[in-house]
């Protein structure tokens, strides 16, 4: 940002096919084709992602460039929910950047990997209540941790397996991070339903307004993968609690959600074979369902 609070952005025109022109913003990065399509897409990335790790993990963005879909990468990281500040300043600063690109009559859809699952459909069920803005079409979340308790439970078993070192480390990370924001489950239950968008012990869920909207929750559930790599069964994944959250979900009328389980098809840029991936979202396939 600049001394007066406006966004400080560089533009540049990279030859694709289609042609494109990339805006990269203080809060985003734009796609813009030159003829854009009715639909647009608003992505958000992993916990420490870029908007470049978004673009090289995976061929969705390249896939809905060549049907000439607008791409909205945040820069917002490092997040797992929104603070009440957060959400206020991204929503201005989305809301500004639409109106300078004339995109605010798009279809938008939402999605994001992991984390930024949680911000996006959290974001998208904010949104969905806005009357500034027409309602996200459709959402979606790729192997995403939504009910914060779950995951506090098994960052905990996790750190008390101590079976692999990365995994130990992830899990002590995400411990403190949720016990100094949000305390304990077990005397804070209410501010963690506040802050998950499913809670699946829970009564109400943080996505009512999405029930008429389309949603998809991506997971590769690969338990011999997690059980030789990082000695979790399967109930630790987020696959399982995914699978567990869409059932919830349908038992509450949410007609429009779909589970969506690939085999094989997690791998990270560096041929690594991981089933919590950015890949298992077949890019062609997903513009299909944009399209619809």
């Given at each position: 940002m600049n001394?007066?609070?406006?966004?400080?952005?560089?533009e540049?025109?990279?030859?694709?096919?289609?042609?494109?022109?990339?805006?990269?913003q203080?809060?985003?990065h734009?796609?813009?084709?030159?003829?854009?399509?009715?639909?647009?897409?608003?992505?958000?990335?992993?916990?420490?992602?870029?908007?470049?790790?978004v673009?090289?993990e995976?061929?969705?963005?390249?896939?809905?460039?060549?049907a000439?879909?607008?791409?909205?990468?945040?820069?917002?990281?490092?997040?797992l929910?929104?603070?009440t500040?957060d959400?206020?300043?991204f929503?201005e600063?989305?809301?500004?950047?639409?109106?300078?690109?004339?995109?605010?009559?798009?279809?938008?859809?939402?999605?994001?990997?992991?984390?930024?699952?949680?911000?996006?459909?959290?974001?998208?069920?904010?949104?969905?209540?806005?009357?500034?803005f027409?309602?996200?079409?459709?959402?979606?979340?790729?192997?995403s941790p939504l009910?914060?308790?779950?995951l506090y439970?098994?960052?905990?078993?996790?750190?008390?397996?101590?079976?692999?070192?990365?995994?130990v480390?992830?899990?002590?990370?995400?411990?403190?991070?949720?016990?100094?924001?949000?305390?304990?489950?077990a005397?804070?239950s209410k501010?963690?339903?506040?802050?998950?968008?499913?809670?699946?012990?829970?009564k109400?869920?943080n996505?009512?307004?999405l029930?008429?909207?389309?949603?998809?929750?991506?997971?590769?559930?690969?338990?011999?993968w997690?059980?030789?790599n990082?000695?979790v069964?399967?109930?630790?994944t987020?696959?399982?609690?995914?699978?567990?959250?869409?059932?919830?979900?349908?038992?509450?009328?949410?007609?429009?959600?779909?589970?969506?389980?690939?085999?094989?098809?997690?791998?990270?840029?560096d041929n690594?074979r991981?089933?919590?991936s950015w890949s298992?979202?077949?890019?062609?396939?997903?513009?299909?369902w944009?399209?619809?």
């Open positions: 001394e007066k609070g406006s966004a400080v952005y560089s540049s025109r990279t030859i694709t096919k289609p042609k494109v022109d990339t805006l990269r203080t809060d985003f734009l796609l813009l084709p030159e003829k854009t399509a009715d639909q647009a897409l608003l992505l958000f990335g992993g916990f420490s992602e870029t908007p470049e790790d673009l090289n995976s061929d969705l963005v390249r896939s809905a460039l060549n000439n879909i607008p791409v909205l990468i945040s820069t917002l990281n490092r997040k929910w929104w603070s500040d959400l206020n300043n929503e600063a989305f809301f500004k950047l639409l109106a300078e690109r004339e995109l605010i009559q798009k279809s938008w859809h939402i999605g994001g990997f992991s984390s930024g699952g949680n911000l996006a459909i959290m974001l998208s069920n904010h949104l969905s209540r806005n009357k500034k027409k309602k996200p079409i459709g959402v979606f979340v790729v192997d009910d914060l308790e779950r439970e098994n960052a905990s078993h996790n750190l008390a397996l101590d079976f692999h070192e990365g995994a480390q992830e899990a002590s990370f995400l411990k403190s991070l949720l016990e100094t924001n949000l305390g304990l489950p005397e804070k501010i963690y339903f506040e802050n998950s968008a499913v809670k699946l012990s829970g109400r869920q996505v009512e307004a029930k008429e909207i389309k949603i998809r929750f991506y997971t590769e559930p690969d338990s011999s997690w059980k030789k990082r000695g069964g399967y109930e630790q987020n696959a399982y609690l995914l699978e567990q959250a869409v059932q919830l979900l349908k038992q509450k009328g949410f007609d429009k959600i779909s589970l969506i389980q690939t085999k094989n098809k997690g791998y990270r840029r690594m991981h089933p919590h298992i979202v077949d890019g062609k396939e997903f513009v299909k944009v399209k619809k």
